[in-house]
Each structure stands twice: as C-alpha cells, then as structure tokens.
C-alpha cells in the first residue's frame, strides 16, 4: 500500500447509483484482453523510464496507458511527451492532475469518461512489472462472468532504490474474504488489476468520502458486493523501495511493530470508521451475507469487552497471518477496531 486517498469526482458518474447500474452493464464491445493502466505521476522522472520500459515488454499487448501527472517539475512531462511520440497518442493519455494530492489525483483518472477498457490496472511511477504481469492477471479474470466485480492481486518482489533484490512482500495463504477485508488489505495497488464491474462499484463511492486507501478499499467493496478476489502467491513486479515512497510494502519486522502501534493507538479505529461510512453508503450494493457480517461488526465496536468479543466473532473477522491475528484480538480486546 502506497498512497492515501480521498473521492473527487470528475462527472462522469451520478452521485447516485443503483444495484442494477453498479453491477450490470454491458461491455460496449471493448476487446476481452484490452487493459487500461492508470498511473498517477509527480517528480517521478528519477525511475519513470524502467517502468515505462516495463510497459513495452508485455505480454499482453493490448493496452493503453493513461498518465494524471500533478503539475512534475521535473523532467516527468518531458519523458512522459517522449514516449508519447514513440508510442503514439493512442498508446499513451496524459492528462492533468488536480493537483491535490496523490489521492485525489488517482480517483480523478479512474472517474475520467476518456478511460474505457475492459479492465483496469493501477500502477505507481517506480516499479517494474514482469513482462507477463498483465497476461497473468487478464487470465486470472477473463472467466468469470462480466457483471461480477472481481479483483485480481499478487505478491512482489522488493528491491532498492538501484533495482537491488531485497526479499519478497509477506506471502498470504488463507481465503479472500470480506471478513478479512474489513480488517486488513490484502495487497498493494500496484499489482492489482480489477474488472468493469469492480470499477463501477468504486465509482459508486460518494465524492466527500474519506478513502484511507484504493488498494484496501478495492478488496472491501469487491468482496462486500459478491465479488470475487484473487490473490496470486508469485510475484508479478518488482517493487521499489527509496525514500520518496509514501507508503512502504510493511515486509520487515520494524515495520510490522509500526502498523501494530499505529492500530493500538486508535489509528485503526479511524480506518474503520472511514471504510464502514462508505460501506453504508453503499449498503444497496452489498449482498445479504455482507450486511449480516458487517451489522455483527458494527455492533460489537460498541459494546462492553463481552459483548465486543461476541459480536466480532460473530463477524468472523480475520487476518492472514498468525501474529496479524494475535494483534487484532489484542486490538479487540482494547476496543481499538
């Protein structure tokens, strides 16, 4: 996880939706492969070109990148109107940002009417995809049926400011489920790949809502609304870590005991409040099972120790690892969920 985020709305979607809009719809003849990759930029020019490179060697050839690029006053335009040449106009989209964070930027490229495809690829601006990054996360999801949001993500592999292979991110193994996303995201954005339909539902999101980040709300609202989410155990990317980061991949011990203070501290607490606001907003979207799971929650971030304990057991809330699991019970214990 990389970025915080919050909604902006660039008009192209009602600020209300119905189920049936959110969740049908009809492809509009867009190829089954096609992919837009939509990549936020600002002051990106040190590591761009890998990544841009990265674009070139895939697989799957057919996609379109889409550039929002918040005002760089580096040599990023320059390198970005570069490519552009090389790859043609229709290759590659830039527009500008609303120059109000990385957050806002992002939402602004996703809720763009230029950008159709039939699936949509984040991307940061320093990484480098393997070169059957997108062909793996296509077929993962070209199955399933059009009308089903579904998200695909993957594992990936750190490496230094220098292109260095440092470790891999933490390997998850337990199922993908709603009780897991409520209480933890599931991978980074920049391998996530999601459907027309997941897109729908996030562009159902009310534009003043709080988005503490697109990766975890993605994997919430997916699997809330009946979707399907897939995690793929191999890496797909090479993810780097240098000092301009906004967020790290949280692998190494010092940086898990920081999420843990961050959660005992009532941070936590501020996360759910802001997931669970939107959830209800989009309640008409959820499915049965969904409501049930998330009313035993609701309820049990109110009550007394019992009660609490009760009521997300109920809930069946869970995360993937055995000491993730160790600090949730704490956290519910302390009334910090």
Request: glycine residues 8%; charged residues 25%.
């Amino acid at each position: 996880m990389k970025t915080q985020l919050t909604e902006k709305d660039e008009g192209c979607v009602a600020k209300s939706v119905s189920a049936s809009s959110v969740l049908q719809g009809e492809s509009g003849g867009i190829d089954r492969a096609n992919v837009a990759i939509l990549m936020c930029t600002y002051n990106g020019s040190s590591f761009l070109r890998e990544q841009l490179d990265s674009f070139s060697r895939q697989t799957l050839r057919n996609w379109t990148l889409y550039v929002s690029d918040d005002s760089s006053t580096d040599a990023t335009r320059s390198i970005l109107d570069d490519y552009r040449r090389r790859w043609g106009e229709d290759r590659l989209v830039v527009f500008d940002g609303p120059c109000q964070g990385f957050g806002k930027n992002f939402i602004s490229l996703l809720k763009r009417p230029e950008v159709q495809a039939r699936y949509y690829a984040f991307s940061d601006q320093d990484d480098i995809w393997f070169d059957d990054k997108l062909e793996r996360s296509v077929d993962r999801l070209a199955s399933l049926p059009e009308q089903q949001p579904a998200l695909y993500c993957s594992r990936t592999r750190l490496i230094d400011a220098e292109g260095n292979p440092t470790g891999f991110s933490p390997l998850f193994s337990r199922p993908l489920s709603f009780q897991n996303a409520l209480v933890q995201s599931i991978a980074g954005a920049n391998t996530m790949l999601i459907n027309q339909a997941a897109r729908r539902v996030l562009l159902s999101v009310p534009e003043n809502a709080t988005v503490v980040a697109h990766d975890w709300l993605t994997y919430i609202l997916v699997t809330a609304c009946g979707g399907r989410a897939f995690y793929d155990s191999g890496a797909t990317l090479d993810y780097r870590q240098h000092g301009g980061n906004l967020i790290g991949a949280n692998a190494g011990f010092k940086d898990r005991v920081v999420r843990i203070r961050k959660m005992l501290s009532g941070r936590f607490i501020e996360w759910n409040d802001a997931n669970l606001e939107i959830l209800r907003a989009l309640s008409p979207l959820l499915t049965q099972e969904a409501r049930t799971i998330l009313e035993h929650f609701e309820t049990g971030r109110n009550l007394g120790l019992r009660g609490r304990l009760r009521e997300l057991h109920r809930a069946g809330i869970y995360r993937q690892t055995h000491g993730a699991n160790i600090s949730l019970i704490l956290a519910a214990c302390l009334g910090r969920v």
